[in-house]
């Protein structure tokens, strides 16, 4: 009642379904995540972040297929989507599609996200890459 008079949230103990689903993802939960990615997808529709997270849950869960439909539906709506086409690479890589592969690839790369924590996923990302290409490195790792 408090919260109502001085102006404050009338839900105090709203779920924050997107934060749950990446609790449970830490977890191993996959199933339960995409549950609450779904349920925060509700509230936001279309939202790219919380679709991309969607597809996440679906490549962790084996489910390439739903997880390409996915980032392709991020896509359609954001052709420049950097998260999509690192997902979307690394499964066709999986898949053998080598030349699809790298073209998202190389989209991933064009965009440089500028997130902090991004480094490491550009630089898996060129190293990918390279190895497509046959310019890997001597380290030899293996993606």
Do not use: C
């Amino acid at each position: 009642m408090w919260s109502k008079i001085f102006g404050g949230s009338a839900r105090p103990d709203k779920v924050d379904y997107y934060e749950e689903a990446l609790a449970l993802s830490r977890e191993g939960k996959f199933h339960e995540a995409l549950t609450s990615l779904r349920l925060a997808l509700k509230e936001s529709p279309g939202d790219p972040i919380v679709l991309q997270q969607i597809a996440i849950a679906y490549t962790r869960m084996g489910m390439d297929s739903e997880a390409l439909k996915t980032y392709r539906h991020v896509l359609d709506r954001n052709p420049h989507a950097p998260g999509a086409h690192y997902g979307i690479a690394f499964i066709l890589r999986r898949q053998g599609k080598q030349a699809e592969a790298v073209e998202h690839l190389e989209a991933f790369l064009a965009g440089d996200p500028p997130e902090p924590d991004a480094d490491e996923h550009i630089a898996y990302a060129r190293r990918a890459l390279d190895e497509i290409q046959g310019n890997a490195g001597a380290d030899g790792d293996e993606f």
